[in-house]
């Protein structure tokens, strides 16, 4: 590990109700086919790109005017359209497609191509859109839980596209990976996030990590599976560094509280 390498600044400056408008702030956002989490309507709200990942569209037409129960569904569910819905399609029910086609909603169906997953195909469109030249974040929401299977290509996905920042997120916390081939630093909302948190070296064992800001910090820790694996470990403050051989998934929890509306 050298010390030359450069540093990758990590913010969750996202879950703020109000987010700094440069371009280090923005993301797009990609809906799969899981519960939404609480904060759906605000990373909705500040996405500069809004795509549903096939099955991802039923939830957003069926879950999100759940988070405003005082106001009439339908306005809600033509307030919260996707620009973007791509997948196999063969989740999505036919009424929910029909309305947001009738809304002007962009509808790129892949059934043809059963060797990616749903969120790759959402990754790539995102790719090689113009928010890509903006070195955009792309967060994506239902990516955890349910079947472990969906959950570990999910994680793959991570590691098929290593120079693009993807976040994934559930209601309790979030993952990203941490490529080696720089120094991280990892800046916290102590009121949005942790204590609990996690550095997992998923694909190859790690000879040597180091952290600072941990509770229980590495000092060039081999972490392998079958060996050590730093889980349930906690953050101190609000800066955490990680410099690592390998690639390795970081995680932390978030808090639960109802501050995460726009």
């Given at each position: 590990m050298?010390?030359?390498?450069?540093?990758?600044?990590?913010?969750?400056?996202?879950?703020l109700p109000s987010i700094p408008a440069d371009k280090a702030s923005a993301y797009a956002i990609v809906v799969l086919n899981?519960?939404?989490?609480?904060?759906t309507p605000l990373l909705w709200e500040h996405a500069k790109l809004r795509l549903c990942a096939d099955g991802g569209a039923n939830r957003i037409y069926d879950e999100?005017?759940?988070?405003?129960?005082?106001?009439?569904?339908?306005?809600?569910?033509?307030?919260?359209?996707?620009?973007?819905?791509?997948?196999?399609?063969?989740?999505i029910r036919p009424d929910v497609l029909n309305f947001y086609v009738s809304l002007g909603t962009k509808v790129i169906d892949e059934s043809h191509d059963q060797d990616t997953t749903d969120l790759d195909k959402c990754i790539l469109f995102i790719r090689d859109s113009t928010l890509n030249q903006e070195s955009c974040r792309i967060l994506a929401t239902g990516a955890l839980g349910g079947r472990f299977d969906h959950e570990a290509g999910n994680l793959n996905v991570l590691y098929r596209y290593p120079d693009t920042r993807i976040i994934l997120l559930s209601d309790d916390c979030l993952i990203q990976l941490l490529p080696k081939t720089h120094r991280h630093e990892i800046r916290v909302q102590p009121s949005l996030q942790g204590p609990h948190c996690g550095l997992i070296p998923i694909g190859a064992p790690s000879a040597k990590t180091t952290t600072t800001g941990l509770q229980w910090d590495l000092n060039n820790t081999e972490m392998r599976f079958g060996g050590l694996v730093s889980t349930s470990n906690m953050v101190k403050g609000e800066k955490i560094t990680v410099e690592s051989d390998s690639d390795l998934l970081w995680?932390?929890?978030?808090?639960?509280q109802d501050s995460t509306r726009p």
């Open positions: 050298s010390s030359m390498e450069e540093v990758m600044i990590h913010s969750s400056s996202f879950l899981q519960n939404l989490p609480r904060f999100l005017p759940l988070f405003f129960p005082h106001e009439d569904a339908l306005l809600i569910r033509n307030r919260y359209k996707p620009d973007v819905i791509k997948g196999d399609m063969d989740s995680t932390i929890s978030i808090k639960k």
